[in-house]
């Protein structure tokens, strides 16, 4: 277990000295609530890079300094996860560009995060919390229903997420993601939390069970 984001910042330097291309980080997941004192401990670091050399050449680097491969779980059943990778008590999820059956970095998410570290090879950037609440509302790991109630205490833009849950579904072509993203919404408002824009999703929900109903009656 991680508990303090300083050991981060030390497996960062370490990473950037070792690298020998040029490489963007985007820290999604329990990592950026570590570095806003959201989470006391996280077991894994969630690292998104946005090309394939991106990710051949943190694969590489990581090797080169001690890290092991790893299989991946059941409990990431929905993860794009390219690779897992340990050493002592660092776990590394590394993930290129996609990270949620098709659930992306996209260039707004991007625009959204926040640099952190600027190394020779290496920048670091923090995706933001409305991101971060987003694709929790999306994955089904231990804690994650925790992680979003104190996610939605902090700051969420709802307007922003409201609009890269739209692109992102629109991208895709995953319509049945909305039915995924409002099961998550429910359980929070059965916690006593405020989702303002739960009737949007709703409506979303809806009308993605209409079209759902009408495919099904023009098959038969």
Known sequence: MISKFEHLDVLFNEVGKALDDKVHF??????????????????????????????????????????????????????????????EDFRIDLFQRTVCKGFM??????????????LKNLTILLCSTTDIFMFKTFTEREGDIADCISLVRSEIDWKEMLDEIGKQIATSGNKIWITYIGERMDLLLEEGMNIPIIDKIDKMREEYFLRLEKEQKEKK
């Open 26 to 87: 985007y820290i999604i997941g329990g990592a950026v609530m570590l570095y806003h004192n959201l989470k006391t401990a996280t077991k894994d670091v969630d690292i998104v890079v946005d090309t394939q050399k991106e990710f051949i050449a943190t694969e590489k680097t990581l090797k080169k300094i001690g890290f092991k491969t790893k299989l991946s779980t059941a409990e990431y059943q929905k993860f794009d996860l390219n690779q897992i990778f340990i050493r």
């Open 105 to 118: 970095l996209s260039e707004g998410m991007k625009k959204r995060s926040k640099k952190i570290m600027e």
